[in-house]
């Protein structure tokens, strides 16, 4: 059980940074939050959840959970 909770864990909070990673190149893109044109925000928002799904199932299906810490 303990194995499954730091495995859920690890997925939340990289699902997590994968969707700030993006917001921030927009940020970055743009030069303040202030600056991104609707279009640009709606398409982030249409796409964002389905890139953290496949970036984090492509996560697990390589095993990095269960492998992360065994190097550390």
Do not use: H
Request: with cysteine; glycine share 4%.
């Amino acid at each position: 059980m303990e194995k499954l909770n730091r495995i859920v864990s690890l997925m939340v909070i990289d699902a997590g940074l994968v969707a700030l990673a993006g917001f921030v190149a927009l940020v970055i893109r743009f030069e303040t939050i202030s600056k991104i044109p609707l279009q640009y925000f709606e398409a982030f928002s249409s796409y964002i959840v389905v890139f953290v799904v496949v970036r984090v199932a492509c996560f697990y299906l390589f095993g990095l959970y269960n492998r992360l810490w065994r190097y550390a």
